[in-house]
């Protein structure tokens, strides 16, 4: 269930903002990829241990490093970064045991980032197109 609800949170979420316009600012999908990287903060933090708390911090840190490389240099960095930390939501638990985490949270979060990453690329490249056209 948790994929099925990810997968249609993401197209929802995307299609409104691109219908919108919203994501036509270059800090959009950066500052959605900050904030998933924030989500294993707040778990941390239900967790308790400064261990788990430093470790995803410094996992969190490269999500949002590359969240401002995709602001300041390319944007295709972010949709990187936002496809990268679904398949890092597939092996989170190998690199930390967070037990703040709620079970069903990597599963929405890989299916969602790694849906949310596709159409925002499809976007992308079908707005490249249309400017070459014209």
């Known amino acids: 269930m948790e994929y099925i609800v990810g997968i249609t949170l993401a ?10 316009g919203m994501d036509r600012e270059r800090v959009f999908y950066p500052a959605v990829v900050m904030a998933v990287a924030s989500y294993y903060l707040a778990f941390a933090v239900a967790d308790g241990r400064g261990g788990v708390m430093l470790i995803e911090v410094a996992i969190a840190a490269v999500f949002i490093v590359s969240a401002v490389a ?7 960095i972010a949709v990187v970064a936002l496809a990268a930390h679904g398949v890092m939501d597939g092996f989170h ?9 709620p079970q069903a ?9 790694v849906t949310a990453a596709a ?3 499809w976007v992308m490249l079908a707005r490249a197109r249309r400017r070459e056209s014209s």
Request: charged share 10%.
């Open 11 to 20: 197209l929802f979420f995307c299609a409104a903002a691109a219908a919108l």
């Open 105 to 113: 949270w990597p599963g929405f979060c890989m299916s969602f980032d």
């Open 93 to 101: 638990d190998h690199l930390v045991h967070n037990t703040g985490v």
């Open 119 to 121: 159409f925002v690329a």
């Open 70 to 76: 995709g602001f300041k240099l390319n944007p295709w």
